[in-house]
């Protein structure tokens, strides 16, 4: 199976970005076929404006990829503002896929915030969401590193299901 992790918030100290990283290295670990896809690689425009080349090379990556992590930071309960850009410009052809959900908060009441993206993606490709989702906040973290143990943990229990799901689905 063909994995891409989409890293899509624009903070050059993204917590997001540190659970994206450690979920790559995790599957690579295990020998899955992943890519990172950092949002600010990206020349990102929104759907009102011409797709950039850079864009392009991330619908491509995301229209090969079988499967799909998404990490995102709550922004006002809800979906960050360059993740909701993605997902209006760059999900061209993601219908059915499956996907997991990696989310960096600043406190521990905005967990809800990612059902926003479980609603768009749901609605409008009908993609299939793996249950358990990485909620981390600050104190999870330190040194750039995930400091939190509970955290660790629930990343390991995120990769073995999001393996298991994602092979029988393709099965
Ligand atoms: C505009 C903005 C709105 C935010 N709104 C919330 C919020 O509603 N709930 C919350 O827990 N954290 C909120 N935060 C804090 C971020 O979720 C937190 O900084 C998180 O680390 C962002 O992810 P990132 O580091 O990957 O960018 C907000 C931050 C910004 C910049």
């Known amino acids: 199976m063909k994995t891409i992790i989409i890293s899509s918030s624009t903070s050059s100290s993204s917590k997001s970005f540190i659970l994206c990283k450690e979920v790559l290295i995790k599957l690579k670990e295990r020998n899955i076929?992943?890519?990172?896809?950092?949002?600010?690689?990206?020349?990102?425009?929104?759907s009102h404006e011409s797709k950039t080349p850079s864009m392009l090379e991330a619908i491509e990556k995301i229209n090969k990829a079988d499967n799909l992590v998404i990490g995102m930071g709550v922004h006002?309960?809800?979906?960050?503002?360059?993740?909701?850009?993605?997902?209006?410009?760059?999900?061209?052809?993601?219908?059915?896929?499956?996907?997991?959900?990696?989310?960096?908060?600043?406190?521990?009441?905005?967990?809800?915030?990612?059902?926003?993206?479980?609603?768009?993606?749901?609605?409008?490709?009908k993609m299939i969401q793996l249950p358990?989702?990485?909620?981390?906040?600050?104190?999870?973290?330190?040194?750039?590193?995930?400091?939190s143990q509970i955290t660790r943990d629930w990343m390991t229990e995120f990769v073995n299901e999001f393996i298991l799901i994602g092979k029988k689905l393709m099965s």
């Open 33 to 46: 076929d992943c890519d990172l896809l950092d949002v600010r690689d990206l020349d990102l425009k929104t």
């Open 132 to 147: 358990r989702i990485v909620y981390a906040t600050g104190k999870d973290f330190s040194e750039n590193k995930i400091s």
């Open 76 to 125: 006002n309960y809800s979906i960050n503002d360059s993740l909701k850009i993605m997902l209006d410009t760059c999900f061209d052809n993601v219908n059915g896929k499956f996907f997991g959900v990696l989310c960096a908060a600043g406190g521990e009441k905005s967990y809800l915030a990612t059902m926003h993206l479980t609603q768009i993606c749901m609605s409008q490709w």
